[in-house]
């Protein structure tokens, strides 16, 4: 209580000091809105975005500029990151100018930007041998709480694919007192824009030589996502603007609509997908004796993943347009484009169609835009048609199983390049019964309660995932150092194990274990109380709210069976059984039973979990669902010796 009581007196003496500190500024209004003070705005945010600015000019199809104005009040060390400027460019685009100034907390100037503050920076990802991106970085941390940056810049552009995608609201923990977006285009050339989450809709301007469209908003305060909640882009606006036509580097085309973009990718591809000869004679020789067309995709997939490995060259044009399938074919290497369009060569080499396919991938991306097409991917894949569904395959990958997307690709839409042009569908979406965790444990207890078991588990689908990758990244040492770190059980050792892997359309690891146990049960007088569920006991509740606000939310479905059997000591006699138990709710269901076979108790226990969007009201149902399951997963059975 005393505590409560001091933190209540920091926080009065906080917003009585922010509110001093806004009059000080007199450059900053006080008032973000009719109703949201600094006070307001300050409360639960590391930064406050006074006042920020955008103003994106296209001068052509293939030319643009943007001017950026930005001033940023920092109120604690969380929101240092905020007083750091970053600004990428390339081959396609350049800086043309940085300017920033920083100001401690009575408005006196701290420092002005020189030019040897402006790192130049190599922006290479960790998966690219070399690209053209770069990025300039400006810092203007300060140590003394708070602080405001102001930062400006401009650069021009080449690449007039992509136009501004506006989110005001960048981070969970930055409030905005007002920020604006302006596109400026040349007369009667139109702009395709998607709003979302405005409180007001754009306001157009026109004069003799450009239309203007412009948004604004004010006065946001901190977003506080739920647990299960929707993802951070769909709660805060944003404005996605896009061209009708454009140019990169004197490829034109057209974006309004997914078959004219999906044309102009075409355009990149042609003539590209020619293979050496004697290249096309081995493939053919390859695949003669395949029975079917799945096993020729097979068969071709699997020596390219060994002839092949991922390299990422991205430079100009060839950000988006891939290398010659000779190229790669020669060399041995190439990005998702260049692998997709060598594999896609080397299927037609032997009679088999298929279609390039950009998509967003990575693991818990949002899904893209359907009502809005755009330049919204960053990978792709390969699509091959078959007569009763389709085969993906990813093509940057030595190890994965032909077919199988996964949590990386799958469950979303993909667009597929076909040659009348692009064509949304979606990928392979994986329900409970794909994504299983069967196990079967038998343990054979003494009268100590320690005990040694054998744990056969078979995962599939989105539950093999994490093996997949010990089994082809780690060196047994590193394996065994993951399970230890993996493994839910009361004191054990690892005696052995193995991991084996089926590369199925939905793959499957089995792995054996044998566990050396300490505490498998407890003793207390002449009672022994054994543990049911010693591998797969459900540990998390989300917390929980007085009002839910947010759709529940949830994004993998998966199924869970254990089957254990525990021999126990010679002696002892059932006690207590506990009783069968079963719970369903809107999110999944679950069964629990045990039953004595003998000098044997078997226990199983079943919980499948699907995936959806559900309405606030029955979040309380999901925290009960899994406190029922918590409660469950703790039950012992009662074994009593016998006194001669």
Known sequence: MVINCILMQKNRTLVKWLCCFALLLPSLKTFANGDKTFAELAKESNAIVRNEETVFTVHAVNSGTTRFKTTITVLNENGDRYATLYVPYDKLSKVTSIEGTSYDRFGKKIKKLKNSDIKDVSAISNISVYEDNRAKIASLEYSVYPYTVEFEYEMTQKNMMFYPRWYPQGAEDVSVEKASLEVQMPAGMPLRYRESNLSQSVAKSSSATQDIYRWEIKGLTPIRREPYGPDFAELVPQVLTAPATFEVEGYQGSMESWKDFGLWINKLNEGRGTLPDETVAKLKQLTANAKTTEEKVRLVYTY??????YVSIQLGIGGFQP???????????????????????????????????LIKA???EAGIKVDFPSSQFNHVILCVPMPQDTMWLECTSQTEAAGYNGSFTGDRHALLITPEGGKLVKTTAYGPEENLQVRNVRIKLDETGSGLAKVNTHYTGLQQESRDGIIHRLKPEEQRKW???RIQAPAFEIEKYTLAQKKDRVPSVTEDLELSLRGCATLSGKRMFVNLNLLSKWTSVPGQKEKRTMEVVRTMAFKDVDTVEIEIPAGYTLEYLPKPMRFNSPFGNYTANVKMDGQRVIYTREMQMGKGRYAPETYSQLVDFYNNIIKADQEKVVLVKNIQ
Do not use: I
């Open 483 to 485: 399970l230890y770190e």
């Open 362 to 364: 990575g693991e818990g």
């Open 304 to 309: 390219m993943q060994g002839k092949t490995r």
């Open 323 to 357: 290398f010659e399938a000779s190229f790669v074919d020669s060399k041995g290497y190439g990005d998702c484009k260049a692998l997709s369009n060598y594999t896609q060569a080397m299927l037609s080499a032997v009679g088999v169609k298929s279609h390039y396919a």
